[in-house]
């Protein structure tokens, strides 16, 4: 593997095009900055150039064993972006899956079986005494459980951009799927969870408050090992402004009103602290708090995997019409829009697809 990783990234180094790659950023801050004068943001095209190594395919439970095969792994996707011609932006990812934040307090990281090649997640710990415990213990180690793994895979990155300047200065590093705090909470619970908004609310803020803190802790450490980005931070690909891009895919089972008692204030408290500013992303349905969403101070993009699940007016009316970007939209859905989307929506065109799913690796 040591072999050929050298191998594949003399490969991925010797197809960047700087110029391309500057005019690729430059039209992606046209959009992020109101520039963009069409109705539809679809990122510039790179000259499309294959590879002349042989890159090998790797999944993600070998990835997650070896970290030079998740440096492989991911850099493939860059290489990918290249030989295909996209316009996504070129990044990388510690790619350790949704159990990264439920790991650091003791849950099990379940691996599913290598035919599948499904990202791992997190065990449950099942019960709200086993919670208590943790109020009790306070804040863990950040570099527990997948914590250190992280970590350490990202110096192995940093290593590899800063030995091929053309890597280092057109691929970003971006922060790894901790999801948010609501999501973590409900991974580290169980489903009894849900239960506690109504049942023990107050139990359930003090447990909220304690993954919010965690979620800051591990965010710190990483930006002191990485770096925190400038006014923009990528990920998928799709370049937004701020540098937290929180996952609220737990959102789809609350009420608007659960979502901004509950949600919303964890969410805002770490928009404050790192930066002002930053994306959500939300699977499912999202339609019924958009609005309450929409009016975090510091939101400056959305990213949502599954249109036809939601009311699409509605959520436009609740962020293009607010100047909230929508990125990585499906073309078939901003193409049948049927209304003004202000230059506020970025997609790619219709052969090419961003795809947000946790479970399987994401370039």
């Not at 430059?26 to 109101?34: C, G, K, R």
């Not at 295909?84 to 439920?102: D, K, L, Q, Y």
């Not at 290593?159 to 948010?180: K, M, S, T």
């Amino acid at each position: 593997m040591a072999a050929t990783l050298e191998t594949c990234l003399d490969d991925l180094a010797a197809r960047i095009d700087e110029d391309e790659e500057q005019a690729n950023r430059a039209a992606w801050i046209d959009f992020l900055e109101d520039r963009c004068r069409e109705e539809v943001f679809i990122p510039p095209a790179r000259q499309p150039r294959p590879p002349k190594a042989d890159w090998p395919t790797v999944s993600v439970n070998q990835a997650i064993r070896d970290p030079r095969a998740m440096l492989l792994q991911q850099f493939a996707g860059c290489s990918g972006a290249i030989s295909g011609g996209s316009g996504a932006r070129m990044n990388v990812r510690c790619n350790f899956g949704t159990g990264i934040m439920p790991s650091l307090f003791g849950c099990e990281v379940f691996m599913m079986d290598e035919q599948f090649n499904v990202l791992p997640t997190g065990v449950p710990l099942g019960s709200k005494d086993k919670v208590a415990a943790l109020l009790d213990a306070g804040v863990p180690d950040v570099r527990g459980g997948l914590g250190g793994k992280v970590l350490e895979v990202a110096e192995m990155f940093m290593d590899a951009l800063a030995g091929r300047p053309v890597l280092g200065r057109n691929i970003e590093i971006y922060h790894p799927d901790v999801q948010g705090p609501m999501d973590a909470a409900e991974v580290v619970w169980g489903s009894d969870f849900f239960y506690a908004f109504y049942d023990a609310p107050d139990f359930l803020k003090r447990f909220l408050d304690l993954i919010t803190e965690t979620y800051a802790a591990f965010m710190r450490a990483w930006f002191g090992l990485v770096g925190r980005p400038g006014t923009y931070a990528t990920h998928w690909g799709m370049m937004f402004r701020g540098v937290l891009m929180i996952r609220n895919d737990s959102l789809m089972n609350l009420s608007p009103e659960a979502y901004a008692e509950f949600a919303r204030p964890m969410d805002q408290r770490l928009f404050d602290e790192f930066g002002h500013a930053g994306g959500m992303h939300f699977c499912g349905r999202g339609d019924h708090y958009i609005a309450a969403m929409s009016r975090m101070e510091g939101l400056t993009a959305v990213a949502m995997s599954q249109p036809h699940l939601n009311d699409m007016e509605t959520v436009y009316r609740n962020t293009v019409d607010k100047g909230i970007k929508l990125i990585g939209l499906r073309h078939d859905a901003a193409r049948s829009a049927g209304r003004p989307l202000r230059g506020q929506v970025q997609c790619y065109p219709a052969a090419e697809r961003v795809v947000f799913a946790h479970k399987r690796d994401v370039p």
